[in-house]
């Protein structure tokens, strides 16, 4: 009975969560920008990126459709001032492999195993993305029981 108790409470606060997520994203998010970068082709986007020239040649709507195909992990980024950056993009057969660090507040936080976990497994869920690592710089910005716990246990790579 306890078991159904805990599950009943772990089930409700899921769903306030999305909610408070929803609700937190709509007042940030423009949802026509946000369909406008979903329809694009993140594989054209990524074939369309320079890599070797960080500052100019990703393609300017790269970072804003990765960040648009997050769920409720997007809420927590946005709002801790954080984003996705793109250290590599690759395309073989119409599947993208993807190198992704973290950017504002969100490089050092305590949450980073579950954020970075999230956005793995939203990334994913976009049927041409086939594989997500994570720049190992992130790994910089932790030492002790975090890194190791990240390195271990996070179940994200790191590259």
């Given at each position: ?114 954020t970075l976990s999230q956005i793995q497994t939203d990334l994913l869920s976009d049927e041409n993305i086939q594989n997500i690592f994570f720049d190992i710089e992130i790994l910089e910005h932790y030492d ?16």
């Amino acid at each position: 009975m306890s078991d159904d108790l805990a599950d009943q409470y772990r089930h409700q606060i899921r769903l306030q969560m999305h909610e408070e997520a929803n609700r937190r994203l709509q007042e940030v998010n423009d949802p026509r920008e946000d369909a406008r970068v979903l329809a694009l082709s993140i594989v054209e986007l990524v074939n369309d990126s320079d890599f070797s020239n960080q500052e100019e040649g990703l393609h300017p709507d790269l970072v804003p459709s990765l960040m648009a195909r997050l769920g409720d992990v997007r809420a927590a980024l946005t709002g801790h001032g954080g984003a996705l950056t793109v250290r590599e993009g690759e395309v073989i057969d119409d599947s993208v492999t993807l190198v992704v660090g973290l950017d504002g507040a969100c490089v050092a936080c305590g949450a980073a195993p579950n954020t970075l976990s999230q956005i793995q497994t939203d990334l994913l869920s976009d049927e041409n993305i086939q594989n997500i690592f994570f720049d190992i710089e992130i790994l910089e910005h932790y030492d002790g029981i975090v890194r190791d716990f990240l390195i271990e246990k996070s179940g994200v790579n790191f590259c």
